[in-house]
């Protein structure tokens, strides 16, 4: 068997090194590195480097060296043979056969490079010859200047079926077909594949041409075409730009994405330098692999027509389930019917740099796409953009990324189906330990932990099932006692899940009423409530005294009854306070307990034990406070 250097560079070049070392060592990115306490000896503070762009690791404290084949025989204990095939069964690669013809057929494959480097030299001859008067007048039409037709190596394919045939005939007609220069069609004589093209050059991220882009100059169809996959070249592992882009992008952290190559050509025209685009096909996740081991968040820059939008959602989609934390896309959309051509030549690089600054999060993008996608006037279609949002989030791999893209969404479609209110006075908004005369009362005993304490409009789907009726009931009892209480905790009332619809309809009269007057009592309340429907049951709950709260009790007008008054009081803003605050807990304890079932790992574990803890502490408060009221 023979590996020549060629395959095991490309072996190197298809495996993340810092995804490869980060499954037995914990690394953190450090700028455009990655570090990590190194594995070969013991040390407290990180001196082990990982450049994926170069491919290889060093310890600056006991000099260990290597790529990734090395990591594997060092550290992995693995034969040179055995890391090689691992590698290479990863990276979708075939380990040449154990056979003289394998061997010559690889030195055979490593010599296409001559091939492709030798027509992109009669190609740019061709440009700057008198056939290729017509071609350059289009360079300069599209504003292309003679510095940047060099850089990309700009030729021209006559149109002839045989002049690339002729002029590399020193080359066996095979290699030229094997090349992806030549046609070969069952028995008929290959022929040219590229006849009356302006033609770029592709190169791989050494910068050696590798493949081909053709535009024709005229009319026709197909208006672009792209070399075929060789040995050398696979479309869905290239980047156009890449060996300019990557350098260029180490000054400004930044990488675009772009549609096409005359895109790039046209940014690197204006000064922008750090543009790549894929190669007719849709972003692959190895593509993607690609441009994050430049930057965490690449900016996708797609034109504004229905079929740039389409490529941006297809990207979107083939990131989902390959985002971890840290890593993402962006998006900058191009106005209808421009390209970057257009916005550099009409704006210049400050216009184009503009519209990325104001490119959009992965998140946004997708909540935008999906509230755009129809109507959501009926419950239904409400239901099926919740689906939809929830569906992509559930395609997430990453649990703490997953999970946060869910909070995301319910945030989101809370804020937009929030449910209308009347104008009411200032809000003071909950906290566990709010001050007396703050919403929640002085004095207040429940005190959670503040970090599991849910955003104010991120939980109202919780109510499908409610809180139990006679929680329900005693809440509402105390409330017609105390309608105070009513004012301070508006917030929190306004949030609680109530599954009685008629319950749901008292509390929220009592509400609006309470809002409109100030220093309401409870005869005050009653005489509002008297003409509706709910007066029967707001006086059955007054009248209800065995529920074991104090604000539930009758007081008798006597100098206890100050003191029992203050107690029920405070209390009740307790009270109030863990039941809109169960429920929350209780579904993200309900999601912890999912996630940690599909990880199984120590973070989701004691995620979920703290939520556990906190619902247990809650359950708690509320026996304390029956207790207390029964003494």
């Known amino acids: 068997m023979t590996l020549t250097p060629q395959w095991l560079d490309e072996l190197r070049s298809r495996v993340t090194l810092s995804t490869l070392i980060g499954r037995t060592v914990k690394v953190t990115r450090a700028g455009r590195e990655y570090k990590a306490c190194c594995p070969f000896h013991n040390e407290k503070t990180p001196s082990f480097t990982i450049n994926d762009e170069k491919g290889f690791y060093h310890c600056f404290g006991c000099s260990a060296h290597g790529d990734a084949i090395r990591w594997m025989t060092d550290q992995r204990g693995l034969s040179f043979m055995d890391a090689v095939k691992e590698l290479a069964a990863e990276a979708g690669m075939e380990v040449p056969a ?30 700057g010859s008198s056939n290729g008067a017509p071609a350059r007048e289009y360079l300069a039409k599209r504003g292309i200047s003679e510095a940047t037709r060099k850089a990309f190596g700009f030729g021209l394919a006559p149109e002839s079926r045989s002049a690339l045939k002729e002029a590399l005939k020193k080359f066996p007609t095979a290699m030229l077909v094997e090349a992806g220069m030549l046609i070969a069609v069952d028995d008929k004589e290959p022929y040219d594949r590229f006849r009356g093209r302006l033609m770029i050059p592709i190169r791989d991220a050494r910068g050696r041409v590798i493949a081909f882009g053709g535009r024709i100059l005229g009319d026709g169809e197909p208006k672009y075409l792209n070399s075929p996959d060789t040995p050398l070249f696979d479309k869905g592992r290239t980047l156009y730009n890449l060996d300019k882009a990557s350098p260029a992008s180490r000054q400004t952290n930044r990488i675009i994405v772009v549609e096409g190559y005359m895109d790039v050509i046209a940014l690197a025209e204006a000064g922008i330098a750090d543009a790549v685009a894929p190669l007719g096909t849709a972003l692959t996740e190895n593509q993607l692999g690609m441009i994050w081991r430049m930057v965490p968040v690449p900016i996708l820059c797609f034109d504004g027509d229905s079929a740039g939008q389409k490529a941006a959602m297809r990207a979107a989609m083939r990131a989902l389930p390959l985002l971890r934390p840290g890593f993402s896309l962006s998006f900058a959309t191009l106005p209808a019917g421009q390209d970057p051509d257009d916005i550099v030549r009409a704006r210049g690089a400050t216009g184009f740099t503009e519209i990325l600054e104001g490119a959009q999060p992965l998140v946004e993008r997708l909540w935008m796409h999906e509230v755009a996608a129809g109507p959501l ?34 945030e989101r479609l809370d804020a937009l189906f929030a449910r209308k209110t009347p ?123 065995g529920m074991h709260f ?82």
Not at 389 to 405: G, M, Q, S, T, W
Not at 480 to 508: F, H, I, K, M, Q
């Open 377 to 410: 006037t009926t419950p239904e279609e409400r239901a099926a953009l919740k689906s939809r949002l929830l569906a992509h989030a559930d395609a997430i791999e990453d649990a703490d990324v997953r999970h946060h893209y869910r909070e995301a969404f319910r």
């Open 98 to 127: 154990a056979d003289p013809r394998a061997a010559k057929k690889a030195e055979e494959q490593a010599s296409l490079r001559d091939v492709t480097q030798a027509a992109a030299d009669w190609f740019a001859q061709q440009l």
């Open 423 to 545: 104008e009411r006075g200032p809000r003071q908004p909950w906290t566990p330990n709010a001050p007396r005369g703050g919403f929640g009362g002085g004095g207040r005993r429940f005190a959670p932990d503040p970090r599991l304490q849910p955003p104010a409009d991120e939980t109202r789907s919780i109510g499908q099932a409610g809180i139990s009726a006679p929680y329900i009931a005693a809440l509402i009892g105390g409330l017609l006692r105390y309608p105070e209480a009513l004012r301070r905790n508006e917030e929190a009332l306004t949030r609680l899940p109530v599954s009685d619809p008629g319950d749901a309809e008292l509390l929220g009269v009592m509400l609006d009423s309470a809002m409109c007057r100030e220093g309401l009592d409870c005869e005050g309340l009653l005489a509002i409530l008297e003409p509706m429907k709910v007066y029967n049951r707001a006086t059955t709950l007054l009248r209800a005294d």
């Open 550 to 631: 104090s604000f539930n009790r009758r007081l008798e007008s006597s100098d206890e009854a100050v003191a029992a008054r203050e107690t029920a009081l405070r209390d009740l803003d307790e009270y109030i306070g863990v039941l809109v605050t169960q429920p929350e807990i209780r579904e993200r304890l309900a999601q912890a307990t999912a996630d940690f079932q599909r990880t199984m790992d120590d973070e989701g574990f004691a995620r979920q034990q703290k939520l556990y803890a906190m619902d247990k502490e809650l359950t708690r408060r509320l026996a304390a406070l029956s207790e207390n009221s029964s003494q």
